[in-house]
Nanobody, 123 residues
Framework: QVQLVESGGGSMQTGGSLRLSCAYY????????MGWFRQTPGKEREWVSS???????DYADSAKGRFTISKDNAKNTLYLQMNSLKPEDTAMYYC?????????????????WGRGTQVTVSS
């Protein structure tokens, strides 16, 4: 059974840092793509970053230069290091996994999702 469990969210002031973690279970070691998304009430879910099975990374413009995605296959954990946080980063953050490539996952979606962890950034 596939399971994704996020942690590491919290409240932070502008300019601070947080590291989100996503422990994953039941996903093959060679899973093709894992990603982070975020969503605020009343808005569509927004893709933030993704990492492929060969560790190729990709970022939304809003995340470039501030966020770093990584994964530790030995620990079955996906990470999102978030630096220089801004109030507009406030959202529920979700991790997701897909057997597709990251390019196809953007188009066709991710089949596996966690329940999210809340990040709140105050000015």
């Amino acid at each position: 059974q596939v399971q994704l469990v996020e942690s590491g969210g919290g409240s932070m002031q502008t300019g601070g840092s947080l590291r989100l973690s996503c422990a994953y279970y039941g996903i093959p070691y060679a899973t093709s793509c894992m990603g982070w998304f975020r969503q605020t009430p009343g808005k569509e879910r927004e893709w933030v970053s993704s990492i492929s099975s060969d560790d190729t990374t990709d970022y939304a413009d809003s995340a470039k230069g501030r966020f770093t995605i990584s994964k530790d296959n030995a620990k079955n954990t996906l990470y999102l290091q978030m630096n220089s946080l801004k109030p507009e980063d406030t959202a529920m953050y979700y991790c997701a996994a897909s057997w597709r490539t990251c390019i196809d996952s953007k188009r066709y979606g991710y089949p596996y999702w966690g329940r999210g962890t809340q990040v709140t950034v105050s000015s």
